[in-house]
C-alpha cells in the first residue's frame, strides 16, 4: 500500500478558493500523476496540507515544520499539487527541502490530468488574482 500526502497551494486553496476536487477525483482514478503507481498497489490518502504561503527567506524552514503534518503519519510519497507545480516559483527550493529532510519520502510533482496548457492556466489564474474587488479599506473610507 502507498500511503499518500498532497501539498497543495496556499494561495489557490485560500485565496482562489479551490477545493483540490481534480486532484482527488484523479487520485480516485489513478489518472495524471497517480497513474505512476501499480494498478494492483492499493492507494492511501493520509492527508492534505497547505504550503504556509509565499516564503521568505525561511521559507523551506516553515515548509518542513508543517510538512511534519504528513510525515509524522508515515506516509510513502508527497505529491504536489497541479497549482504547485504550475504556479509556484519555489517549488523546486521545496522539492530539495523536502528530499534532504525526508530521504525516503518519495516527492512527486503533480496530482491531476492537465486539461490546459500551462501558459493557459497561468492567464486564468492571473485573471482571477487581478480582477477588481472591494477591500477592507474600501469599507472604511466608505467608497461604493
Known amino acids: 500500500m502507498a500511503r499518500i500526502g498532497i501539498l497543495t497551494c496556499s494561495n489557490a486553496t485560500q485565496e482562489l478558493g479551490c477545493s483540490s476536487a481534480s486532484c482527488l477525483a484523479d487520485f480516485r482514478k489513478r489518472k495524471g500523476a497517480f497513474e505512476a ?3 494492483e498497489e492499493p492507494l492511501d490518502l493520509v492527508g492534505m496540507i497547505n504550503c504556509p504561503g509565499c516564503p521568505t527567506v525561511i521559507g523551506p524552514e516553515k515548509l518542513l ?3 511534519r503534518a504528513l510525515t509524522d503519519f508515515r ?7 497541479y497549482c504547485v507545480k504550475t504556479l509556484c516559483p519555489f517549488k523546486e527550493k521545496y522539492r530539495k527541502a523536502l528530499q534532504e529532510a525526508f530521504p525516503k519520502i518519495k516527492i512527486v510533482i503533480g496530482t491531476h490530468r492537465e ?4 501558459e493557459e492556466f497561468h492567464d486564468r489564474v492571473k485573471k482571477l488574482f487581478c480582477q477588481p474587488r472591494k477591500s477592507m479599506v474600501d469599507v472604511i473610507l466608505n467608497k461604493d
Open 65 to 67: 515544520q508543517r510538512i
Open 37 to 39: 503507481y501499480a494498478p
Open 75 to 81: 506516509v510513502d510519497a508527497i505529491h504536489f499539487t
Open 115 to 118: 486539461n490546459v496548457t500551462e
